[in-house]
């Protein structure tokens, strides 16, 4: 069970769908921002109260919450 994302994400500059759903996360990292290839994030069944502004206007990214 993941508690939080680490800071190491960042390092997976090919990553394009991250699924994350399931765990325990409360925050998302904005780390999160330097993957440039990522397309799609999957949430579901997390305890994250709400989603940084700027990873919502990232245009590319499909966020499924």
């Given at each position: 069970n993941i508690l939080s994302i680490p800071d190491e994400i960042s390092l997976l500059t090919n990553l394009?769908?991250?699924?994350l759903s399931y765990n325990s996360i409360t925050t998302?990292?904005?780390?999160?921002?330097?993957?440039?290839?990522l397309r799609e994030l999957k949430l579901f069944g997390?305890?994250?109260?709400?989603?940084p502004n700027?990873?919502?206007t990232k245009s590319t990214l499909k966020i499924i919450n």
């Open positions: 394009r769908k991250l699924n998302l990292n904005e780390k999160l921002l330097l993957l440039e290839n997390n305890k994250i109260n709400s989603i700027s990873l919502k």
